[in-house]
């Protein structure tokens, strides 16, 4: 394989995504021009790209003369388990926990190596990097992070947030992502980084 599931991008997840919530509900495996449509885009070419990128990941089937429809693999349907969905997270309030914890099906290329969770997001603080009001956000639990990294941060052990981090000697600033909103500052001592986001899900329609 060329790919990891792991090394997929947002878009790629996306996709598959949409071909495994959609799997009961299509009455075949959709061409790639219907699967445009579905999922409203207008470059054939592009879908192509990451259809491809997908097949090398062996999430989704080779197609060929006698399979043209888009299907995903035996693997990819059966490699699924669940994880905890914990509660709700949004910017600037606490997380409010569910008071009798669920679990949700999360593809294991949406998990990482480390414990993870799952939270569901609530507002519009990180629209621009894609994450919506009701997504699904995978956390793999750590107590550190990467610069760019989108972090559930602890705010003077009181406030979690779901924004990416910059690191500095003096100060840690936490970035939304919405034009509307600014980036704020905190003392390092303010911030307690209580895991990393990566993976999301998302229910269409």
């Not at 059966?78 to 905890?84: D, G, V």
């Not at 750590?142 to 406030?159: K, Q």
Request: glycine content about 8%; aromatic content about 4%; some cysteine.
């Amino acid at each position: 394989m060329k790919n990891g599931p792991s090394n997929l991008t947002r878009r790629q997840r996306e996709i598959f995504a949409f071909l495994r919530d959609h799997a009961e509900a299509l009455n075949h495996p959709p061409t790639l021009d219907e699967l445009c449509g579905m999922l409203g885009l207008t470059s054939r070419g592009s879908l192509h790209k990451q259809i491809q990128a997908l097949i090398d990941a062996g999430l989704v089937e080779p197609m060929h003369k006698q399979q043209r429809g888009v299907r995903l693999t035996q693997r990819a349907i059966e490699n699924e388990s669940t994880l905890p969905l914990l509660g709700y997270i949004a910017a600037g309030r606490p997380i409010e926990a569910i008071k009798t914890p669920e679990t949700i099906e999360v593809p294991a290329f949406l998990r990482g190596d480390q414990s993870c969770y799952v939270l569901q997001v609530k507002g519009d603080s990180m629209i621009e990097d894609g994450i919506l009001d009701g997504d699904w956000v995978v956390i793999e639990q750590r107590e550190s992070a990467n610069n760019g990294e989108i972090v559930v941060a602890l705010i003077d052990n009181e406030e979690a947030t779901l924004k990416r981090i910059e690191q500095h000697p003096r100060r840690v600033i936490l970035h939304p992502a919405n034009a509307g909103m600014e980036p704020v500052s905190y003392r390092p001592d303010q911030v307690q980084i209580q895991g990393v986001l990566i993976g999301q899900m998302r229910r269409y329609g």
